[in-house]
């Protein structure tokens, strides 16, 4: 595909249940990012990956929260027990290197629960 | 966002030039990027500084100083679609290079 894409585009879920958010890259990028954007708010830095290094996951907010990358390509952002405040739209990206290059926003997971 | 900060909101005119400034953590600096985003959808790249200077692209131009940590976005000829919230990014050097630190926006409005 020309950009990226992310599924679901909206995933309404009960307290306590878990979820996988799924992000497809741009082909050939090798640096990817999770983040989180509550209503009016800023983007949150969740987790960060780049080729086959380490992930950073500095930005993670607490143990529920964790994310693959398969083969260096489609990555998937699990939450699990959700809460309330959980609720936000998840925005991937992803770029070609990291730091100096722009990064491509996929259309984003709104996330609610209920 | 952490280290950067921007104003709130601002209200501009149809036609007008409205400034869009940022300031951010020197330490660390490799690049500053803005980028639009309209109510509802994602971020979309604007422009890139990472020397001291104006870069100019149709009605849209980004200045940086360095030393200052401060960059603005300035955008002339306002028109209606350019209401949109618009993001600061630092990028970052070496181990950080992944956490480009975002701004938490400024929502522009144009009015008739």
Known sequence: GAGVSQSPSNKVTEKGKDVELRCDPISGHTALYWYRQSLGQGLEFLIYFQGNSAPDKSGLPSDRFSAERTGGSVSTLTIQRTQQEDSAVYLCASSPLAGLNEQFFGPGTRLTVL | ?112
């Open chain 2, 1 to 112: 966002g952490q280290n950067i900060d921007q104003p709130t909101e601002m209200t501009a005119t149809e036609g007008a030039i409205v400034q869009i400034n940022c300031t951010y953590q020197t330490s660390g600096f490799n690049g500053l990027f803005w980028y639009q985003q309209h109510a509802g959808e994602a971020p979309t790249f604007l422009s890139y500084n990472v020397l001291d200077g104006l870069e100019e692209k149709g009605r849209f131009s980004s200045f940086l100083s360095r030393s200052k940590g401060y960059s603005y976005l300035l955008l002339k000829e306002l028109q209606m679609k350019d209401s949109a919230s618009y993001l600061c990014a630092q990028g970052l050097h070496n181990t950080n290079a992944g956490k480009s630190t975002f701004g938490d926006g400024t929502t522009l409005t144009v009015k008739p």
